[in-house]
């Protein structure tokens, strides 16, 4: 459309360029017959460029509007591609800002490991520490050692200790000797029999072979070398460990080295005629409470020859299994 346009324009120009010469060189007298007719033709012409350009211009229309509409939604979109940019360079500044928070806090939470880890080490040792740190304690009792001399005879050793302690002058063999002492078991006509340990000493103290005896016997021989023994028989280990608290060591039936007591034996009594059933545990044993801690009693363990420190529930366990049997002197 634009090339018909500027063909117009240079006929236009040709036109009157021709008619300006023809009117200097006084020859328009004879182009004024042709003037008309240029004129209806330009005036055609002229026709028929604005024909053409309005059929143009109906055919294009809808073409432009399109492209009106196209522009429209290019703008729009292109508004939200540069929204949509600018919120992903937010996140995106976002997500370093966290991943550096991330870093920051798994530092710390490394630091802090670390710090909890020495604050568990150090609170461990301060309970084991504090464990083992006696609330209370009797000082300067004395110790022994059974194991060579007198194997089974932990009640005799534990009595000598707490005699000694109370400034008795004894000797392991004179309360022994004092002992009543009865049959160690054997068979007879298919039948096992053997010695009341409530009555008296199962064997031989000094035997390997021996077994026991409860308090009952052990009370009679601390009172022909110091008279006035208590029995405490019954009391809650607790209850004893408040007459050890007072400063008065306490002479116990546990087990040894804080086993667990096992069924082991049975057999008829000898010691009397009420052929009572005797059942005897393993792990027997006798020893003297002298202090605790916050979870362990302390003993003098004729076992040992040492203070030892054993756990109290277990203790307990083993201490209630065999009856609560317990001595002391005021």
């Known amino acids: 459309m634009k090339w018909i346009v500027m063909a117009y324009l240079l006929i236009i120009l040709v036109g009157f360029s021709l008619w300006y010469y023809l009117k200097k060189k006084k020859r328009i007298g004879s182009m004024k017959i042709y003037f008309p007719i240029f004129c209806f033709v330009n005036a055609c012409f002229l026709s028929c460029i604005c024909f053409v350009y309005y059929q143009d211009y109906q055919n294009s229309y809808p073409l432009v509007e399109k492209n009106r509409i196209l522009r429209k939604e290019k703008n729009e979109k292109e508004k939200a591609v540069n929204q949509v940019k600018q919120e992903v360079e937010t996140l995106e500044n976002t997500i370093i800002a966290l991943d550096n928070s991330i870093n920051e806090l798994e530092e710390n939470k490394r630091n802090l490991t670390s710090e909890i880890t020495k604050l568990k080490q150090e609170y461990n040792a301060l309970y084991i520490k504090m464990q083992n740190t006696a609330l209370y304690q009797i000082e300067n009792f004395p110790t022994f050692d059974q194991r060579k001399e007198y194997p089974n005879g932990c009640e005799s050793i534990a009595l000598y200790l707490l005699l000694k302690y109370h400034g008795v002058k004894v000797t392991p063999n004179e309360i022994i000797t004092k002992l009543r002492k009865g049959d160690a078991p054997y068979i007879k006509n298919g039948i096992k029999y053997g010695a009341d340990p409530e009555i008296e000493f199962v064997g031989d103290p000094k035997s390997k072979s021996g077994y026991g005896v409860f308090e009952n016997p052990i009370i009679d021989v601390a009172n022909q070398f110091k008279s006035g023994i208590k029995k405490a028989t019954g009391k809650s280990l607790d209850e004893v460990l408040e007459i050890v608290k007072s400063g008065k060591p306490v002479q116990v039936w546990a087990s040894s080295y804080g086993r667990t007591p096992i069924k082991c034996n049975t057999w008829t009594s000898t010691s009397d005629q009420s052929n009572k059933t005797i059942t ?21 363990d004729p076992l040992t020859g040492t203070y030892v420190k054993y756990d109290k529930k277990v203790f307990e366990n083993a201490y209630n299994f065999y009856g609560r049997r317990a001595i002391y002197y005021e």
Request: proline content about 0%; some cysteine.
């Open 280 to 300: 005897w545990y393993c792990h027997f044993h006798s020893l003297v409470l002298i202090g605790a801690t916050s979870s362990k009693v302390i003993v003098s």
